[in-house]
């Protein structure tokens, strides 16, 4: 069996699970690296983009809407803890399969895969993106994750009103788009409740269009702005699943830089003497561009010490 095929395998079959596993009683907690929307009934795994915002907005509660003292720090310790317990689920996760959440598990990642799909069925050409553009735009998905981060936590500190308390999913497009797949059609409504209320709902609804639209003309292009990625790249460093170039295999054919749907090039322009671990910043850890390579073991997937996958002529498993 090809790679590329049971990816495609493991992204549906996740896609299933994550988005109507609820309906079977799965649970898979609520720390999953993924866009796997909570606003769906039937979620069985829950991203922990919610949770994260959630204990940042409960963090520091106590100390501003109880009397203070002993009790109010014994509160935001229990806090702390929860969150705690929260976040490390989440590092390990991401430590033991790294940017592979993305290109194989996260349902919103399969959505735009086929949206991809339907623009190759209808001969529409892809969009292109200049490198210098690609890489200021790339920077974006940072600053989405500081808004993630900043205003729950003004919201726990009493500055900013309760409606920053969830600022991500407000305007995220997946609580727009996956609910459909469940046949839920509230979020395209108008909440006109509060100013507030009203500045997100338009936001969210024209966010959701603006990435149905450039998901079609341009391959996973949400991927460029999603927190979740950059979330994820923060512990790089650490991750067990990698993708490693062995330069004096490499047939310098540019396969690998062609087959990304990110359209990076790090595994191409690599030239060290030694193995190099490779993980561009917009990497999704898919390894299509490893199985794009026709090279004897020049690119390779690999977790800790142990070699999943390696290219080769044959390109199969």
Same mark, same amino acid.
């Given at each position: 069996?090809?790679?590329?095929?049971?990816r495609?395998?493991?992204?549906?079959?996740?896609? !299933?699970?994550?988005?109507?596993g609820?309906y079977?009683?799965i649970?898979?907690?609520?720390?999953?690296?993924c866009?796997?929307?909570?606003? @769906?009934?039937?979620?069985?795994?829950?991203?922990?983009? /919610?949770?994260?915002?959630?204990g940042?907005?409960?963090?520091?509660?106590?100390?501003?809407?109880a009397s203070?003292?002993?009790?109010?720090?014994?509160?935001?310790? &229990?806090?702390f803890k929860?969150?705690?317990?929260?976040?490390?689920?989440?590092?390990?996760?991401?430590?033991?399969?790294?940017k592979s959440? +993305?290109?194989?598990? +996260? =349902?919103?990642?399969?959505?735009? &895969?086929?949206?991809?799909?339907? #623009?190759?069925?209808?001969?529409? #050409?892809?969009?292109? @993106?200049?490198?210098?553009?690609?890489k200021?735009?790339s920077?974006?998905?940072?600053?989405?994750?500081?808004?993630?981060s900043?205003?729950?936590?003004?919201?726990?500190?009493?500055? %900013? =009103?309760?409606?920053?308390?969830?600022?991500w999913?407000?305007?995220?497009?997946?609580?727009?788009?996956m609910?459909? !797949?469940?046949?839920?059609?509230?979020?395209?409504?108008m &909440?006109?409740?509060?100013?507030? /209320?009203?500045?997100?709902?338009l936001?969210i609804?024209?966010?959701?269009?603006?990435?149905l639209v450039?998901?079609?003309?341009?391959?996973?292009?949400?991927c460029?702005?999603c =927190?979740?990625?950059?979330?994820i790249?923060?512990?790089?460093?650490w991750?067990?699943?990698?993708? %490693?170039?062995?330069?004096?295999?490499?047939?310098?054919?540019?396969?690998?830089r062609?087959?990304?749907a990110? &359209?990076?090039?790090a595994?191409?322009?690599e030239?060290?003497?030694?193995?190099? #671990?490779?993980?561009? =910043?917009?990497?999704?850890g898919?390894?299509?561009?490893?199985?794009?390579?026709?090279?004897e073991?020049?690119?390779?997937?690999?977790?800790?010490? @142990?070699?999943?996958?390696?290219?080769?002529r044959?390109?199969?498993?």
């Open positions: 069996m090809s790679l590329n095929r049971l495609l395998i493991v992204q549906h079959l996740s896609f !299933f699970v994550l988005t109507y609820g079977f009683r649970s898979l907690g609520n720390s999953v690296p866009l796997s929307c909570p606003f @769906i009934a039937s979620c069985s795994g829950r991203c922990y983009l /919610m949770i994260y915002q959630r940042l907005s409960n963090l520091f509660g106590p100390l501003v809407y203070g003292g002993f009790e109010g720090w014994d509160l935001v310790w &229990d806090n929860n969150f705690l317990v929260g976040f490390s689920l989440f590092v390990l996760l991401v430590v033991v399969l790294g959440w +993305c290109g194989w598990v +996260c =349902p919103f990642g399969v959505v735009q &895969d086929w949206l991809g799909r339907l #623009r190759r069925l209808f001969k529409v #050409r892809e969009s292109e @993106i200049g490198p210098l553009t690609k200021r735009l920077t974006v998905k940072y600053v989405v994750l500081a808004y993630v900043f205003f729950p936590l003004m919201v726990g500190l009493g500055w %900013v =009103p309760r409606e920053f308390s969830l600022a999913c407000r305007i995220c497009p997946a609580k727009v788009l609910p459909l !797949f469940v046949g839920d059609f509230a979020a395209l409504s &909440d006109s409740g509060t100013l507030i /209320m009203t500045a997100f709902s936001t609804l024209g966010l959701a269009a603006l990435t450039g998901s079609f003309l341009k391959d996973r292009l949400f460029l702005f =927190p979740m990625l950059a979330f790249n923060l512990f790089q460093r991750q067990l699943l990698r993708l %490693v170039k062995v330069p004096r295999s490499c047939l310098g054919c540019g396969s690998c062609s087959g990304c990110m &359209d990076n090039d595994s191409y322009r030239k060290s003497p030694k193995e190099t #671990r490779l993980y561009a =910043p917009d990497c999704l898919c390894f299509k561009c490893a199985a794009s390579c026709s090279s073991g020049g690119l390779n997937a690999r977790l800790g010490p @142990i070699t999943l996958f390696s290219s080769n044959k390109k199969s498993l």
